[in-house]
Nanobody, 126 residues
């Protein structure tokens, strides 16, 4: 029903910035949440941030709060994750996810999301 296409991941020097994009296509309900998760080998998938499509309410993991910012372009069905002041520990595969039919709050649980992108690699180095 929904396809997510991610882009923007690349190598970046510590302290630099990146903007990841997640373009959604297909039919959803009128109420959806888009979230970003990240994962490194040997670690569990980690919640990064989420945005409610209607109204733009956001929530962020403590580890990225103040550095990462979510936004969306409703006309293009695309969400963005602006990442500033990148740290070595931000290195991961970043996944975009969509929850079709949100609950009362923005979920930080990966199991609650219905659709996933292919992932895009972000590598932060000195």
């Amino acid at each position: 029903q929904v396809t997510l296409v991610e882009s923007g991941g690349r190598w970046v020097q510590a302290g630099g910035s990146l903007r990841l994009s997640c373009a959604a296509s297909g039919r959803t309900s009128t109420s959806v949440d888009m979230a970003w998760f990240r994962q490194t080998p040997g670690k569990a998938r980690e919640f990064v941030a989420a945005i409610r499509w209607s109204g733009g309410r956001t929530t962020y993991a403590d580890s990225v709060k103040g550095r990462f910012t979510l936004s969306r372009d409703t006309a293009e069905n695309t969400g963005y994750l602006q990442m500033n002041s990148l740290k070595l520990e931000d290195t991961a595969i970043y996944y975009c996810a969509l929850k079709d039919g949100p609950g009362w709050g923005l979920s930080e649980n990966a199991a609650r999301y219905d659709y996933w992108g292919q992932g895009t690699q972000v590598t932060v180095s000195l």
